[in-house]
């Protein structure tokens, strides 16, 4: 794809995040950009990938085309006016965290809910030994245990985002209605429910303080606090908890092939969720 040449001055910055910063048009409301910081084939990728689930019917803002300020590659993406993450809103609203982490678990439970055809998506697995094969910070005793354990892993053929966490989920109050919808969508993929929810896991009870602050808006209590909320809005009142985080904090663990790809560094606060269990 040849990307179109953009002129940055018409737009004004609306955030930023571990991977790029989205801008929005000065006079255009129903125009934003997304760019890359590095890591140019994310931006295609990305692009690709919304593209699908777009026309999958996963409600996720309409993607645009592929776009450079000269310098960075990016997408420019339909605005949705007045949206907020469910970051966003826990950390302006900590009164509600569990009122929001009981709607984000809906949402969460339909996307882990809708069949895709495995021929226009890779599978999670196939996704994971990819990212395994180039990642750096492994040894290769560490690697083939942890490939035997994706391998063996439950298969389901559902939607899975990627990377789920209250940041990546948006809504809008539009005409008594609530409208929500997934974004940041570069590593979506089908299968086992798991990989998703262990980022869900990872972003509620793992991070560092200064980290949940500065990137959710929130402390790593409230983050926490929506994770209790979370979990039995989408497993069930009724479910064995400590089964499930036993088995959550591993995907949790393999979270690190994505951080550390996006990162270019290890990071040991999230291998420990893997030491005991697979290696």
Not at 43 to 49: D, I, Y
Request: aromatic share 12%; charged share 30%; net charge negative.
């Amino acid at each position: 794809m040849k990307p179109t040449l953009i002129n940055l001055d018409d737009y004004v910055v609306a955030g930023e995040g571990a991977n790029g910063v989205s801008y929005n048009h000065k006079s255009d409301p129903t125009i934003m950009l997304k760019i890359y910081f590095r890591n140019y084939e994310a931006a295609e990728l990305e692009l690709e990938h919304a593209q699908k689930v777009f026309n999958a019917g996963i409600p996720t803002p309409e993607p645009g085309d592929l776009i450079t300020d000269g310098e960075r590659l990016g997408i420019r993406f339909r605005r949705i006016e007045g949206k907020k993450s469910y970051a966003r809103a826990v950390g302006d609203d900590p009164a509600h965290t569990e009122d929001y982490a009981r709607e984000f678990a809906e949402m969460c439970k339909q996307l882990h809910q809708t069949e895709l055809d495995t021929k226009q998506f890779r599978s999670v697995k196939e996704q994971y030994l990819y990212l395994l094969e180039k990642n750096e910070f492994f040894t290769a005793t560490q690697k083939q245990k942890i490939s035997d354990f994706v391998k063996n892993a439950p298969e389901a053929s559902t939607a899975i985002h990627g990377d789920l966490q209250f940041g990546n989920g948006i809504f809008v109050d539009k005409d008594g209605k609530r409208e929500k919808y997934f974004i940041d969508l570069g590593d979506f993929t089908y299968g086992y429910k798991m990989f998703d929810l262990g980022m869900v896991y990872l972003t509620c009870k793992l991070n560092d303080e200064e980290f949940t602050k500065s990137a959710f808006h929130m402390d790593n209590a409230t983050a926490a606090r929506f994770w209790d909320a979370f979990a039995p809005a989408y497993f069930g009142p009724d479910a064995d908890f400590d089964s499930i985080e036993k088995e959550i904090r591993i995907y949790a663990g393999l979270k690190t092939l994505i951080v550390e790809r996006d990162t270019m560094r290890p990071m040991p606060g999230f291998r420990a969720m893997l030491e005991g269990t697979i290696y």
